[in-house]
């Protein structure tokens, strides 16, 4: 997968320093990032005090375990600095697992701070091993002070070398960014367990297995099957969720979400979330311990919609930083259906301009630094398909529609999510997305569609 080299520069190392009044103060540094008043070299997003240090400092140290580890080929050490971004009226802190197979974040919300939000925005932190060492010794009964960016003093006085890094950003990891809100948005809450349930559950996971399991529902607990089953949840190589553990004392719940399954099902992915006081630390995790969330095929639909580009335009100007984007206003203020929002969200995503909060079923604005530009080279089904279009190797018939491919014809099915006689759709049968033969029949079928309508209009 290709990837590029991503500069960060800090003006000094994250640390845990002491205050003048002796008491711990954390000070993590933040690169350059865009803010609600453009790029700033380092954005100042809060400065004050966390309610619940411990559990704050547990809950970074987990965000930062996803950031550094690889689950699948874990002998390659991964080197990602987690994301950060100012919502106005909490923090969230993200990152993704080397293997592109988790993604975490930690939901720093209004309870859990004491202090002021100095403004909106998103960047990287660092997280350096020395601040490792010293979170992992933050006390429980000890205030702590955060300051997340420096303060204005410190970047105007500042003379001193700048800690530079230059860290990888592979396309597979801005591709799950994309992936993941799209399918998250299709979870429900599936089993909510107190404190001492969720302690016992986790805690008695098997280790070191790549095996899928599956959480079933049962008396206020959870209890692992084999199979699927309605109301169960999927839990693929479960030592992925052993970042949680850095929490688990400080837990009051652990929610649990997935996608309606029928019995006998095969894999799917599941998000895991541990309520903390004032927070929440959510690990979402792909079907598979081997599959990364990039191939997942769950924004093609979106990105094939015609009026995806031009709406996502639209919709980007409407954005704001706020910690819900709700549709319903989105549409109400754009002029545009909520199916077009929707599709317009998922091609933002593609730049990681999207996140979605499986907690309050909502999404939220961030910004990471890529463009929507990038959409057709991250995604060679949907360039596949075009290209079938444009050498008119579709016909439709009703519902139906023949695809003349690479090697053979194929019949697609356009009803439901679409289905193709093609080998690469029978081995996945749509759990990773359409293939580029449905796609291109979509195509076209939308273009018919809007021909018509054109025709209609004129008449």
Request: charged share 20%.
């Amino acid at each position: 997968m290709a990837s590029t080299t991503h500069s960060l520069t800090y003006l000094r190392p994250s640390a845990v320093r002491a205050a003048s009044d002796g008491a711990p103060a954390l000070a993590l540094e933040t690169g350059g990032g865009l803010t609600s008043h453009g790029l700033a070299p380092f954005p100042r997003f809060f400065s004050g005090f966390l309610t619940a240090p411990q559990a704050a400092a547990g809950g970074l140290l987990a965000v930062a375990d996803v950031a550094a580890t690889r689950y699948w080929q874990p002998q390659n050490r991964a080197s990602l600095d987690p994301v950060v971004t100012g919502n106005g009226d909490r923090l969230r802190f993200e990152s993704f697992s080397g293997c592109g197979g988790v993604y975490a974040r930690l939901d720093v919300l209004a309870a859990g701070i004491d202090g002021e939000m100095l403004g909106t925005g998103t960047t990287n932190v660092d997280v350096n091993a020395p601040l490792r060492e010293a979170l992992a010794m933050v006390g429980g009964g000890d205030p702590l002070h955060v300051a997340v960016g420096p303060d204005d003093v410190t970047v105007t006085t500042f003379d001193g070398p700048v800690v530079e890094k230059k860290v990888p950003l592979p396309e597979r990891w801005l591709r799950g960014f994309a992936e993941v809100q799209v399918i998250a948005s299709r979870f429900d809450l599936r089993a909510e367990l107190g404190a001492a349930a969720a302690a016992r559950f986790l805690r008695s996971l098997p280790r070191n297995t790549r095996q899928v399991l599956w959480a079933v529902p049962a008396a206020g607990t959870l209890r692992a099957a084999s199979a699927a089953s309605p109301g169960a949840v999927c839990l693929a190589g479960p030592d992925r969720l052993r970042a949680l553990t850095r929490v688990l004392r400080h837990a009051t719940a652990l929610r649990v979400y997935g996608p309606a399954v029928r019995a006998g099902e095969g894999p799917q992915a599941s998000a895991w979330e541990v309520e903390l006081p004032g927070m929440r630390l959510t690990l979402t995790v792909s079907p598979d311990a081997a599959r990364g969330f990039s191939g997942e095929g769950a924004v093609l639909a979106g990105l094939a919609d015609p009026h995806a580009a031009d709406d996502a335009d639209l919709v980007a100007a409407l954005l704001a930083w706020e910690p819900r984007v709700e549709i319903g206003a989105l549409a109400l203020e754009s002029g545009l259906t909520p199916e077009r929002v929707r599709a317009a969200l998922t091609r933002l995503g593609t730049a990681g301009r999207i996140g979605y909060d499986v907690s309050e079923a909502a999404y939220f604005h961030r910004e990471l630094p890529y463009d929507t530009g990038r959409v057709e080279h991250m995604n060679p089904r949907l360039r596949h398909a075009r290209r079938l279009v444009a050498e008119h190797r579709v016909s439709l018939a009703g519902d139906t529609a023949r695809v003349i491919g690479d090697t053979a014809t194929y019949a697609v099915r356009l009803s439901g999510d679409g289905s193709c006689t093609c080998e690469w759709w029978a081995g996945h049968r749509g759990g990773r997305g359409p293939c580029k033969h449905v796609l291109a029949a979509q195509l076209t079928a939308r273009a018919a569609a809007d021909d018509r309508s054109t025709v209609e209009v004129k008449a």
